[in-house]
């Protein structure tokens, strides 16, 4: 095994959106939703679930925010990561429809 394989191997997975180590509970989320096409799926806190949820439509996340660094820049994101940055892992909490 390479070094790089052994470091990979012993690294801590993430948020795909809050980059915070994940917890016990983990959800998956299709960056494109399934209603869209999408296949793809990346681990997220469910908090983060579904506050992308309830920001966000999903013919809005297929058209403009399938890629992680665009949704994170929204301002509702921004406002949501900089809250969630210093909670532990398995941290929850209502979440607010922004819609």
């Known amino acids: 095994m390479a070094a790089a394989e052994r470091v990979e191997a012993l690294a801590v ?20 939703p399934k209603s869209e096409g999408g296949r793809e ?3 997220v806190h ?13 013919a809005e996340l297929a058209r403009a925010y399938a890629d992680f660094a665009v949704l994170r ?4 994101m921004v406002r ?4 969630i940055a210093g909670k532990p892992a398995d941290f929850h909490a209502p979440t607010r429809a922004a819609r």
Request: net charge positive; charged share 15%.
């Open 80 to 83: 949501f990561l900089k809250w």
């Open 13 to 32: 997975p993430v948020c795909a959106l809050c980059e915070r180590p994940l917890g016990v509970k983990v959800e998956w989320h299709h960056p494109v």
């Open 41 to 43: 799926t990346v681990p």
């Open 46 to 58: 469910p908090i983060c679930h579904r506050t992308i949820h309830a920001t966000l439509s999903n």
């Open 73 to 76: 820049a929204h301002p509702d």
